[in-house]
């Protein structure tokens, strides 16, 4: 059962990566540095299709999980921060990390060498962020800890753009 379940998610992983190249690049030029969103519910592929759009992208997440969807549902390994020879920065905990660490990929040179950089279930920089903002707020202010964290977020992904990194997320309901 887990099987069939496996390499069906492949089968859509793979025929819905045409569809989703096709819109980036219906001009048939170099893209510039984009940012792409998968959101949805737990366990209908947003990991595998991210996989196979973007196979030589640098993962970041929880490395068992993507090797285990890469390896089973398609095929190959990707590249994993955190897996060697990809272990030179540690992985970011939060947005702001998130941040720093797109900063340094550029600095050092190590973002020219990945079609993009793919983080699996941002969401968890989000909660952690969140977190960290409202602990910082008196009571009064703790509404806005939503919105705070909302312009981070976009400020990163602008960021990353500005720096020339094509990065995508996945994001759980």
Request: net charge neutral; proline share 5%; charged share 25%.
């Amino acid at each position: 059962m887990l099987r069939r379940r496996q390499s069906k998610v492949g089968e859509v992983a793979r025929e819905r990566k045409g569809e989703i190249m096709a819109l980036f690049n219906a001009a048939g030029e170099p893209l510039p540095p984009l940012f792409l969103g998968v959101y949805g519910r737990r366990k209908v592929g947003k990991t595998a299709l991210l996989l196979s759009a973007f196979p030589g992208a640098l993962f970041v997440g929880i490395t068992a999980s993507i090797k285990s969807v890469a390896e089973e549902n398609l095929g190959f390994t990707p590249a994993i921060l955190g897996e060697p020879p990809y272990d030179f920065y540690p992985a970011p905990s939060n947005l702001e990390e998130l941040r720093e660490f797109q900063r340094q990929l550029t600095a050092s040179g190590w973002a020219d060498q990945f079609s993009a950089v793919v983080y699996d279930d941002a969401g968890h920089l989000y909660r952690s962020t969140y977190m960290q903002i409202e602990r910082g707020l008196a009571a009064r202010e703790k509404a806005s800890a939503y919105t705070k964290t909302q312009a981070v977020g976009f400020e990163v992904c602008s960021e990353a753009r500005q720096l020339g990194i094509t990065t995508a997320w996945s994001l759980h309901e």
